[in-house]
């Protein structure tokens, strides 16, 4: 039983930053590995990166690498996506998902793989 809620969308220029927030709902939360997508314009859905419920370890699409950064507050119940040297085609909406088997020791990068959707909040990159 999971909530997703994303938040931290916005403008930003090209070459800025901004850092996204998912906030989790239920206790079973810190068991499970979270996951960021984003669909563009005329474009489908597409991984972006991915954490282990842990935090031990992460995955990142090629295009998001050295750029863009998962983190997790257990704590908090919050996932987190920061994301520098922004580029226009970074634009998007961007969702979080949570994948619901239990202290997975590996990172999901599909989508089907995942169990719990965010209804995503809206990032624009301006050149």
């Known amino acids: 039983q999971v909530q997703l809620l994303e938040s931290g969308g916005g403008l930003v220029q090209a070459g800025g930053s901004l850092r996204l927030s998912c906030a989790a709902s239920g206790r079973t939360f810190t068991a499970y590995a979270m996951g960021w997508f984003r669909q563009a314009p005329g474009k489908e859905r597409e991984f972006v990166a991915a954490i282990t419920w842990n935090g031990d370890t992460t995955a990142y699409a090629d295009s998001v690498k050295g750029r863009f950064t998962i983190s997790r507050d257990n704590a908090k119940n919050t996932v987190y996506l920061q994301m520098n040297s922004r580029k226009p085609e970074d634009t998007g909406v961007y969702v979080c998902?949570?994948?619901?088997?239990?202290?997975?020791?590996?990172?999901?990068?599909?989508?089907?793989?995942?169990?719990?959707w965010g209804q995503g909040t809206q990032v624009t990159v301006s050149s």
């Open positions: 998902a949570a994948f619901s088997r239990s202290r997975w020791s590996t990172v999901p990068t599909r989508e089907y793989e995942y169990d719990y």
